[in-house]
């Protein structure tokens, strides 16, 4: 089976790793990258959609400065 079938849309851009036992987030433009990762599914959520909202606005990646911005808007 191709990894395109029943993908469910509400994990876009997150990947849950079982050896970690956390959740993912990653969001990857124009060869840079943003990953953190989150022991709790909703913070996970929070953070992928202020991420991706910027990414959407500002058409680029935030810096780690930004990036650190942004996790402090989500409840750990």
Same mark, same amino acid.
């Given at each position: 089976?191709l990894?395109?079938?029943?993908?469910?849309?509400?994990?876009?851009?997150?990947?849950?790793?079982?050896?970690? +036992?956390?959740?993912?987030?990653?969001? =990857?433009?124009?060869?840079?990258?943003?990953? %953190?990762s989150?022991?709790?599914? *909703?913070?996970? +959520?929070?953070?992928?959609?202020?991420l =991706?909202?910027?990414?959407?606005e500002?058409k %680029?990646?935030?810096?780690?400065? *930004?990036?650190?911005?942004l996790?402090?808007?989500?409840?750990?």
């Amino acid at each position: 089976k191709l990894m395109t079938e029943d993908r469910d849309s509400s994990m876009k851009y997150i990947l849950y790793r079982k050896d970690r +036992k956390r959740y993912e987030v990653s969001i =990857a433009r124009d060869h840079s990258r943003v990953r %953190r990762s989150f022991k709790l599914l *909703e913070s996970a +959520k929070v953070f992928r959609d202020l991420l =991706a909202e910027f990414v959407n606005e500002n058409k %680029r990646i935030p810096t780690k400065a *930004e990036v650190e911005d942004l996790m402090s808007k989500v409840k750990i």
